[in-house]
């Protein structure tokens, strides 16, 4: 089902490039426009979706919490204790502040619940050793289980080329990262770089799927020969008492896609929508991919009925509210700017599950003077906010 959604309080904020964390029923905001203010000086919300109507509420953290700046397009994945268990935090790296910089930064976010069943945001800065990755933006992260061991996994992404390269004229030009594969342990911050051969280009704005040791990338873009790979990409993990080994398996397919968005159906299932098939062409299909322990399965499966705002616009960005829901925001085109918010909203639901009926989380617009017509949406984040609200506030 594809349902618009009205836009209300704070929903100003939302910019391509944001984030969205579901913990449970409740879904939060990460990327909000610009920096934050007094009034909501966190600049991570609750995302309100009742009767079709689309609030971001503030949202408390917790007096041990570090700060978080508003970010577009880190690598934001869940992580749970056990293999399939409830999402108890979320990891969150890189991504752009609204001055533009790069962030270099991890960071670990938890919701906290109080006696009388308030809740809180607790956001924590995880310190790497090793092989650190660089500062990056449109980039994946995984959590992998293996031999009762876990990990963190990294891909992707664009950076600012290095000072030592940079003039006057190409000073905010970005660059493809090196197509190194990173292996974090959370529990000693150790992070070490794998070089494959199979992985030959940096990809940025791809999507990536977990499950049990393995991740499978598709799509992205590389800048460095304008390239969206029609490639599959399954990278096995293993965590054995020594040290940990990392392979890569090229799979044939004929998708070939950027800057879309993946939501899990079922344990197995997930839905791929939205992104580019090129400069100047959205993908309007959608595609269901099915996991099991050895094989991956791709088909399309029935397309929306996109309405006529969402076919003609040039842009589009969004993500995954989770239980098969996604959020989608495309600019409002001149005729109807009499509203504040510079983006209509939909929910795509794919789940069983009303999204009318959860309390979630998006992120914020952007400005698009420096956005290509039909590039990468290089927007998507997820924000945090803490604020306590009653359920009848």
């Known amino acids: 089902t594809l349902q618009i959604v009205t836009p209300g309080s704070n929903t100003s904020l939302i910019q391509p490039g944001f984030s969205l964390l579901h913990f449970g029923s409740h879904v939060f905001y ?50 749970s204790a056990s293999q399939g268990g409830e999402i108890t935090q979320y990891l969150i790296h ?26 809180s945001l607790c956001c924590t800065e995880k310190d790497l050793g090793g092989d650190v990755p660089e500062a990056r933006y449109g980039h994946s992260m995984n959590v992998v289980f293996s031999r009762g061991k876990t990990a963190v996994v990294m891909f992707g992404g664009r950076s600012y080329m290095p000072l030592n390269q940079r003039t006057t004229e190409n000073w905010n030009n970005v660059i493809d990262c090196e197509p190194l594969v990173y292996l974090i342990d959370l529990q000693f911050g150790c992070s070490t770089s794998f070089n494959l051969r199979e992985l030959q280009d940096g990809l940025s704005f791809h999507v990536s799927l977990a499950r049990n040791d393995t991740i499978y990338i598709f799509g ?19 965590l054995p008492l020594g040290s940990p080994a990392v392979s890569c398996t090229v799979i044939n397919s004929k998708l070939s896609f950027s800057s879309s968005i993946v939501t899990q159906t079922s344990p197995d299932e997930f839905v791929i929508v939205g992104g580019y098939e090129s400069d100047s062409q959205k993908r309007l299909i959608c595609s269901g991919v099915f996991l099991d322990d050895e094989t991956i399965d791709i088909q399309e499966i029935e397309t929306p009925d996109w309405t006529g705002e969402i076919k003609h616009s040039k842009t589009w960005f969004g993500a995954d509210m989770g239980k098969g829901a996604v959020l989608f925001g495309i600019p409002v085109d001149n005729k109807h700017q009499s509203t504040d918010c510079s983006f209509f909203f939909y929910v795509l639901n794919f789940g069983d ?15 698009q003077e ?4 039909l590039e990468d949406s290089e927007e998507f984040t997820f924000n945090r906010d803490g604020n306590i609200f009653d359920e009848d506030t």
């Open 30 to 79: 990460l990327g909000q426009k610009g920096w934050p203010k007094r009034s909501c000086p966190t600049g991570v919300f609750l995302l309100d979706l009742k009767n079709n109507d689309l609030k971001l509420r503030p949202t408390t953290f917790t007096n041990d919490s570090c700060y978080l700046p508003p970010l577009r397009h880190p690598a934001v994945c869940s992580f």
């Open 370 to 373: 420096d956005s290509m017509p």
């Open 94 to 119: 890189g991504g752009k502040t609204p001055n533009n910089e790069i962030s270099h930064k991890l960071y670990l976010m938890t919701m906290v619940f109080t006696v009388n069943k308030r809740f």
């Open 353 to 367: 599950n009303d999204p009318s009926l959860q309390t979630c989380s998006q992120g914020s617009t952007e400005e």
């Open 220 to 238: 992205g873009h590389s800048l460095g020969n304008n390239f969206r790979p029609p490639n599959v990409y399954k990278i096995k993990v293993d």
